[in-house]
């Protein structure tokens, strides 16, 4: 059973950049496909990026429209370590960002398809 405990955020202008990370043990990162979720207050948790497998996808990677060409997720098996790197942020960027990790549905979309999540860690974009 893996744990994953992110980190990295904070408060930041729009326009502004933060750069996430999550840390995986008690597992093999390399077996998981990883992703990254929001929850602002109110709403549901949302899609954000993930990254597949280096065996089963080749970590691709994939995004929400809403973060496309903005945020880049990317993944360092060696160090059980996945980052999001958010630029040019927004106020409706907001909200709390949690880490996520998959056994079976490689690349997923789904909040439902991850069966492992973190804590997850505030970010906030000031206007």
């Known amino acids: 059973q893996v744990q994953l405990v992110e980190s990295g955020g904070g408060l930041v202008q729009a326009g502004g950049s933060l750069r996430l990370s999550c840390a995986a043990s008690g597992g093999t990162a390399r077996n998981y496909g990883m992703g990254w979720f929001r929850q602002a207050p109110g709403k549901e948790r949302e899609f954000v990026a993930t990254?597949?497998?280096?065996?089963?996808?080749?970590?691709?990677?994939r995004y929400a429209d809403s973060v496309k060409g903005r945020f880049t997720i990317s993944r360092d098996d060696a160090k059980n370590t996945v980052t999001l790197q958010m630029s040019n942020l927004k106020p409706e960027d907001t909200s709390v960002y949690y880490c996520a990790a998959t056994t079976y549905y490689d690349g997923s979309l789904s909040v439902n398809s991850y069966n492992y999540w973190g804590q997850g860690t505030q970010v906030t974009v000031s206007s």
């Open positions: 990254i597949g497998t280096i065996r089963f996808s080749g970590s691709r990677s």
